[in-house]
Structure formats: C-alpha cells, structure tokens
C-alpha cells in the first residue's frame, strides 16, 4: 500500500469517529446534518493539520497515486555509512546492485566505511562511545537495547515514509516487528526472507541403509533403535565391511547438528527469546525448564543406551564439524540431523539415498520447533543515528529498495548473472558456473552483490516462489514446508513469542544462563557417555535448583505474560 492510500485510509478512520460521536449527541434534524458536515469539515482540517508536517513531508516524497516522486534528494547532503564487510563479500560497495539502484533513483549521495566482520563488534563499540556517529549503520547491532539513545526512533517515521514496509512487518507479519522493537520503540531495520522454512533443522537417514538391512524409515523411538542397531551389525553401506558404519553421528550437542535436537524426539524443544536456545519451552502458557522435565531424564536414558551400545559416534562429542562431513561423504553415516540440506553433511553423491524424515516419536510425542516468521529473519541491520539529519529520506530509500517483487529479489539475491541465472521456464536458478567471475561460489557471489544482513530488504513468498528449486532443494523446501510445518501435525505451536525484554532483565538473565548452560552442557556429555540413574537425576535436580532455575523461569514467565498480554 502507498503512502497517500495508507493516509486516507487513517484519515477516513478519525472522521468515521468524530461523526459517530456527533451523531449520536445530537440526533439527525435538519440542522443537526448540517452541524455535522461542518463539524466533519473541521474534523478533516484538524487531521490534515495534526498529520501536518509528515503529510507535508511524505507528500514531497510520494504523489497522489503514491508512487515515488524521483529524485527525492539533491545530493547536498552526503550520508556516511559504516558497512560491515563479510569475509565472503569479494567486491566493493559499488557491486551492491540494489544499493546502486537505489542511490541513482533518489539521488542520495553515500560515502562508505567498510569494516571487516572480524573487527565490527570492536568499531561498534569505538563508535558508540565517542559518539562520533554515521548517519547509517549497516551490519548487526547486537546489543542495540544499550545504544537505543544514539539511534534514531523511527517507529512513527516508518509508517509515513515507508508505509509498504511499514505493513509488512506490523501487519504481514507482526513477529518481525516484534523482534526488531526495543521497549515498543522501533531503532532498526530487519533483513527478512519469508520462504515458507518453518523448521531449525531437519532429520534424515539413508534409505539404500535401510533397503539392505530390510527396515521401514523408523517413526518412533523403539523403531529408531533397531534400524541403528541393524545399521551397526550389518554391512549396511555394502562395502563388504560389517563394521565400517556409523549408525548415528553428530556435532556435539549443537542444537541443529547435535544431541540437543532429540529433544523433539521426546516432545521437547529448546526455546528461549528471539530465537535463541536457552533450554526453555511453553506449554499451556507456563515457561518450563526442559533439562528438568522427566521427558529430560528420559532422553538421556536412551540417549546412554544408543551411546553404550556403539549406535552413537564416539568421536560425536569431540569431532570438527568437517570430520562428520568427511564420514558422510564416505557412506558411512545412517542418520543424521542438519541445519541445512542434507548433503551438507554427505555431498551430493551419498546424498542421492538419503530422505528426510519427520522425528520417530516416544511415548511423549515428537515435535517439530516452528520458526515465526518462516524464513530468514536478521535483527538490528540497517540503523539510522541520531546523527542523520534527514531519516525520512533514507527510509524513503528502503522503500524503494522493497517497493517491487524485482527489487526485493536483488535486493537479497544480487542481479541476475551473479548467484542465480534464468532457467528454461524463466525461473531464477542458482548460478552454478563461476568461471571467469570474481566470486569462486555461490554464498560468495550474493554476499557480494546482495544486501543480505546489511540493507533491510524484506522478502515475501512472491519472491520465494520466483526461485527454481532443483535437486536436493525441491524435497528440502517441500519437507521445510510442509511435512515439517503448520500442516504436518508436528508442529510445536507454544514457541516463545519474538520480543526484547528490558535490559536489566536480559543481561540478568544471560548471566544466569552463562553458568547454566555450562553446567547443563557437562551434565549432558555425562549422563550420554557414562550413563545416568535415579541418584544422579536427584543431584542434578539440586544443582539446577541451586542454580536459581526458579528466578531464570520466573524472568521468562513475566517476559512471555509481556509479550502475549
Ligand atoms: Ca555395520
Ligand atoms: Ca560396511
């Protein structure tokens, strides 16, 4: 929706009120009609002059149709930008082609610091306390919640000059919003890619395994079990070799890659605010610590029963992520979990005979964690200081950028030629020949010539839909979708809600966590390899309890009442 539509439609609102108090004062005489078309007359004026300086504003920007009314600078003022350089970005500020775009269309002038990924936290910090500022920040601000009073609030900016944004992430999709907002306070801008992805990770296990050892793909926990076991006594990757397979292998306790997702195999999730994994979960509206569920103890049990019995990998909880990608590139992983495709772990070729699968089930259930929104979702990346004399015109600019489905793709993808190329059907696929280009990949190829985590370009499904899916990638996305989703009957519908709490809390909170999570991360590598029984689940109980787990849960009660009231 464009500015002057977003306008009338609140304008329209304020008379619609004014005329229903009106009316029902006075009753409808003659005379009473024409008191109220005066009255509403007024009443239009007075929100013409209420919205007065935005009106007058935006109308500089916008015409009557809302579209662009171009240049919207005239290059007087030059924006200082400080950038954050990824060490994958091979080119310049100039190969941002939707940047580019965008500065040749407004007319804005840029002048650009580039400071690599590696040292970006440290200039931050610098920055923030000279106060020397930029007019725009582009990369992560992490901790934004300390800096808010040297970024400039642009929560009532945003919907008078960047009303296509302004819906998208209020209207479209309200978690956006309310995990960028500080205090209800807008001071950034997201980067976000709605690709209809709900889950963190996804399960997998290699049916030509399961074919040779006469096994059907597990569905509960008891099922798992014996195909871990027949993958283990048989020579299931038919090398000629019985005891070459690794039945299970994974990277630590990593929540995507490691021990951590068997929660869901147990009816657990490890939830925690924004996104983060801090052994909390929802349920019926009360935040729970998971490490001391009895669904916990259990998932250890059997945990130490697949470990002792040589169905887990033994390296598991020491080995380099590439160790794990190199025994699965040599056939001799049957089931894992990653955070990505699948072949990320096994190559293409052995990952030509694997499928995904939705977790085996316990007595307790298995869930599948949801991501709101499905998609990409980078917080704090585009900020404008308190330093910029004019905002409005920089989120002119983001509008710009996300004002056509053209756009938002290069935006987030970079040009056609570069990480994707047009197929036979006209569908964007990835670009797969890097001969003579300056990227050698395709991550390479976007983070040079895309604004990913940097310009706040916000991705809908149009976009998503605009991509070639091809492989690996269809049976991914279709599983990410579907089987994996709303509709598959696993999804975990309590997930925490997207939110910034206050910053006494959450620095309260991450410092309680530091030691928790230390404690529960050698709990866990404990009770896996050397087994655990009522007496140590007892002891445990205590540590936890001395730990403070009842203030941890208490903060996360009142942060989760916040944001669901
Ligand atoms: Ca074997
Ligand atoms: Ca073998």
Same mark, same amino acid.
């Given at each position: 929706m464009r500015y002057q539509q977003f306008l009338k439609r609140m304008t329209g609102l304020a008379v619609a009120a004014v005329l229903a108090g009106v009316t029902c004062a006075c009753g409808a005489s003659q005379a009473d009609t024409e008191a109220v078309s005066e009255e509403t007359a007024a009443a239009e004026a007075n929100v013409g002059e209420d919205t007065g300086n935005a009106s007058e504003g935006a109308s500089r920007y916008y015409d009557e149709n809302g579209e662009f009314i171009l240049p919207i600078s005239d290059g007087s003022y030059t924006y200082k930008i400080l950038w954050e350089k990824d060490v994958n970005d091979v080119g310049t500020i100039e190969d941002k082609e939707i940047l580019m775009?965008?500065?040749?269309?407004t007319g804005i002038k840029i002048e650009v610091e580039e400071v690599s990924s590696q040292s970006w936290d440290e200039r931050l910090s610098v920055l923030f306390a000279s106060g020397d500022l930029p007019d725009i920040i582009c990369g992560p601000i992490n901790n934004i919640?300390?800096?808010?009073?040297?970024?400039?609030?642009?929560?009532?900016?945003?919907?008078?000059?960047?009303?296509?944004? &302004?819906?998208?992430?209020?209207?479209?999709?309200?978690?956006?919003?309310?995990? @960028?907002?500080?205090?209800?306070?807008? &001071?950034?801008l997201p980067q976000v890619r709605i690709n209809g992805v709900y889950p963190r990770f996804f399960w997998s296990i290699n049916t030509k395994w399961l074919e040779r050892v006469g096994l059907d793909i597990p569905t509960t926990t008891d099922e798992l079990y014996e195909v871990l076991k027949a993958f283990k006594e048989q020579d299931a990757n038919g090398n000629g070799d019985p005891n070459d397979e690794i039945p299970y292998s994974f990277f630590g306790l990593d929540n995507?890659?490691?021990? &951590?997702?068997?929660? /869901?195999?147990?009816?657990?999730?490890?939830?925690?605010?924004?996104?983060? *994994? *801090?052994?909390?979960?929802?349920?019926?509206? *009360? =935040?729970?610590?998971?490490?001391?569920?009895?669904?916990?103890?259990?998932? +250890?049990?059997? +945990?130490? !029963?697949?470990?002792?019995?040589?169905?887990?990998?033994?390296?598991?909880?020491?080995?380099?992520y590439t160790d794990r990608t190199a025994k699965g590139n040599a056939d001799q992983l049957g089931f894992i979990n990653a955070g990505?495709?699948?072949?990320?772990?096994?190559?293409? @070729?052995?990952?030509?005979?694997?499928?995904?699968?939705?977790? $085996?089930?316990? !007595?307790?259930?298995? =869930?599948? *964690?949801?991501?709101?929104?499905?998609?990409? +979702?980078? /917080?704090?990346?585009?900020?404008?200081?308190?330093?910029?004399?004019? $905002?409005?015109?920089?989120?002119?600019?983001?509008?710009?950028?996300?004002?056509?489905?053209?756009n938002r793709f290069v935006g987030r993808f970079g040009p056609e030629g570069a990480g994707w190329v047009f197929d036979d059907e006209g569908k964007r696929a990835n670009q797969s020949d890097f001969t003579n280009k300056p990227y050698a990949n395709r991550s390479q190829a976007s983070l040079t010539t895309g604004g990913q985590n940097r310009?706040?370009?916000?991705?809908?499904?149009?976009?998503?839909k605009m991509r070639a899916y091809v492989g690996f990638s269809i049976e991914y996305n279709e599983f990410g979708m579907n089987d994996y989703g709303p509709a598959g009957g696993h999804a975990y519908e309590e997930g925490f809600p997207l939110g910034n709490d206050t910053l006494e809390a959450a620095a309260e909170r991450s410092q309680m966590f530091t030691e928790i999570d230390t404690y529960i991360q050698n709990f866990v590598a404990e009770s896996v390899t050397l087994g655990i029984d009522e007496a140590k689940w007892k002891n445990? +109980?205590?540590?936890?309890?001395?730990?403070?787990? !009842?203030?941890?849960?208490?903060?996360?009660?009142?942060? &989760?009442?916040?944001?669901? !009231?």
């Open positions: 775009q965008a500065l040749e269309a919640a300390n800096f808010t009073d040297q970024c400039m609030d642009i929560t009532d900016l945003l919907p008078e000059y960047a009303p296509w944004m &302004y819906d998208f992430m209020y209207h479209q999709e309200p978690a956006v919003a309310s995990s @960028e907002v500080i205090n209800g306070r807008l &001071y950034s995507n890659d490691g021990l &951590y997702s068997w929660m /869901n195999m147990f009816g657990l999730i490890n939830d925690g605010a924004n996104r983060a *994994q *801090q052994y909390i979960m929802v349920e019926d509206g *009360q =935040v729970l610590f998971v490490p001391t569920d009895d669904r916990f103890y259990e998932m +250890l049990q059997y +945990l130490n !029963k697949l470990y002792s019995e040589g169905l887990l990998d033994q390296d598991g909880m020491v080995q380099e990505g495709l699948m072949t990320t772990v096994t190559g293409n @070729e052995v990952g030509e005979e694997f499928t995904y699968l939705l977790p $085996p089930a316990s !007595k307790y259930g298995s =869930v599948i *964690q949801q991501n709101d929104p499905a998609g990409e +979702l980078a /917080n704090h990346i585009f900020t404008i200081t308190t330093a910029c004399e004019h $905002p409005e015109e920089l989120l002119v600019m983001c509008e710009w950028m996300n004002s056509s489905s053209e310009l706040p370009v916000l991705c809908t499904l149009e976009e998503e445990h +109980l205590d540590r936890c309890a001395a730990l403070d787990v !009842k203030g941890y849960l208490e903060s996360y009660q009142s942060l &989760y009442d916040t944001l669901t !009231k």
